[in-house]
């Protein structure tokens, strides 16, 4: 292609202020560069654009033509750049997250209002069905950042620390494990297990607990649904391993109780998963720091806050 867009900036300066001088001012060019560059695309064109009248130039057929798209096409450029400008000023944008906590997103709300103030011009949506896999979601851009509690290795992506949390064995009160202090693999042998996913690899109380101790639970049930697990707890038809924050109102309601998982705890180093870039827009950069603040939670365990930096 012989247009480039100096050449349209070139047409553009030369029709509106009439001479080299003058154009090569406004595009910060000398009059004998400007000249050259004349020249040369008109010998690439075939076709002079410009009339010499004394000192002015006035459009040709063929310039008036070209500085009529032109026009057309450096205004669309220039509206395009300065939209571009605002995206990455964090004034203007498109926000796609998505977490491993499944449906518990109550904690994200103060959240999200916050960063409203802080970014009234980027719309954020919960890719909900990114929620089992948002690495792979990340990497073929259906979303911005995942909140993961596992980290990989991969050069093309960066992880930024959030916060910590404690994953506790949820069960009725008047449950046998309900007075324990701790609880242990070989406790659950007997019991049915609530997870959110099949895969054992996908469960960190399987992959951190369980395996390593050669357990199996007498069930196992798969339920991506946090309230519907929340129920069968209550209702006594199985246990769940879930985050101390998520289940701390029905806790302090009393209508659960959180049992710690080994002597030590079942804790969790929570991540911003975004695409490795040199310079992060501004707007992603702003969210991950919010999310450093992490789930409130005023029970035993809560989240560890650290600060996110990108």
Same mark, same amino acid.
């Given at each position: 292609?012989?247009?480039? &867009?100096?050449?349209?900036?070139?047409?553009?300066?030369?029709?509106?202020?009439?001479?080299?001088?003058?154009?090569?001012?406004?595009?910060?060019? /000398?009059?004998?560069?400007?000249?050259?560059?004349?020249?040369?695309?008109?010998?690439?064109?075939?076709?002079?654009?410009?009339? %010499?009248?004394?000192?002015?130039?006035?459009? /040709?057929?063929?310039?008036?033509?070209?500085?009529?798209?032109?026009?057309?096409?450096?205004?669309?450029?220039?509206?395009?750049e300065s939209s571009l400008k605002r995206i990455a000023a964090g004034h203007e944008a498109l926000l796609r997250f998505s977490t491993a906590c499944y449906t518990t997103y109550h904690w994200l709300s103060p959240l999200l209002e916050e960063y409203a103030r802080r970014c009234p011009k980027v719309d954020v949506q919960v890719v909900a069905e990114a929620t089992g896999r948002p690495i792979d979601a990340l990497l073929t851009g259906k979303?911005?950042?995942?909140?993961?509690?596992?980290?990989?290795?991969?050069? %093309?992506?960066?992880?930024?620390?959030?916060?910590?949390?404690?994953?506790?064995?949820?069960?009725?009160?008047?449950?046998?494990?309900?007075? %324990?202090?701790?609880?242990?693999?070989?406790?659950?042998?007997?019991?049915?297990?609530?997870?959110?996913?099949?895969?054992?690899?996908?469960? &960190?109380?399987?992959? %951190?607990?369980?395996?390593?101790?050669?357990?199996? =639970?007498?069930?196992?049930?798969?339920?991506?649904?946090?309230?519907?697990?929340?129920?069968?707890?209550?209702?006594?038809?199985?246990?769940?391993?879930?985050?101390?924050?998520?289940?701390?109102?029905?806790?302090?309601?009393?209508?659960?109780?959180?049992?710690?998982?080994?002597?030590?705890? @079942?804790?969790?180093?929570?991540?911003?998963?975004?695409?490795?870039?040199?310079?992060? =827009?501004?707007?992603?950069?702003?969210?991950?720091?919010?999310?450093? &603040?992490?789930? @409130?939670?005023?029970?035993?365990?809560?989240? &560890?806050?650290?600060?996110?930096?990108?």
């Amino acid at each position: 292609m012989i247009l480039e &867009v100096k050449h349209l900036q070139l047409v553009e300066a030369l029709a509106a202020y009439g001479t080299l001088t003058n154009a090569g001012k406004h595009l910060n060019l /000398t009059q004998s560069a400007l000249s050259h560059q004349l020249v040369e695309l008109e010998r690439r064109l075939g076709t002079p654009l410009f009339h %010499r009248i004394g000192r002015r130039l006035v459009p /040709t057929l063929a310039g008036d033509r070209l500085l009529r798209s032109a026009t057309r096409t450096l205004s669309i450029l220039r509206r395009t750049e300065s939209s571009l400008k605002r995206i990455a000023a964090g004034h203007e944008a498109l926000l796609r997250f998505s977490t491993a906590c499944y449906t518990t997103y109550h904690w994200l709300s103060p959240l999200l209002e916050e960063y409203a103030r802080r970014c009234p011009k980027v719309d954020v949506q919960v890719v909900a069905e990114a929620t089992g896999r948002p690495i792979d979601a990340l990497l073929t851009g259906k979303i911005d950042v995942g909140i993961v509690s596992d980290v990989i290795s991969d050069e %093309r992506i960066d992880f930024v620390p959030l916060f910590q949390d404690e994953v506790v064995l949820i069960v009725p009160p008047t449950h046998r494990l309900a007075s %324990r202090s701790f609880v242990a693999a070989q406790d659950l042998a007997d019991e049915h297990l609530l997870v959110y996913t099949e895969p054992r690899v996908d469960n &960190v109380i399987f992959r %951190r607990v369980l395996d390593p101790a050669g357990i199996v =639970p007498r069930r196992v049930s798969a339920i991506q649904l946090t309230e519907a697990i929340v129920e069968m707890v209550k209702a006594g038809l199985g246990v769940a391993a879930m985050a101390r924050w998520a289940v701390d109102p029905y806790v302090r309601a009393g209508n659960l109780v959180g049992v710690r998982i080994t002597p030590e705890g @079942l804790h969790r180093a929570w991540h911003a998963a975004t695409l490795r870039q040199q310079a992060p =827009p501004l707007y992603v950069r702003e969210f991950c720091r919010l999310l450093g &603040v992490g789930p @409130l939670s005023s029970g035993q365990g809560g989240p &560890v806050r650290r600060e996110a930096s990108m």
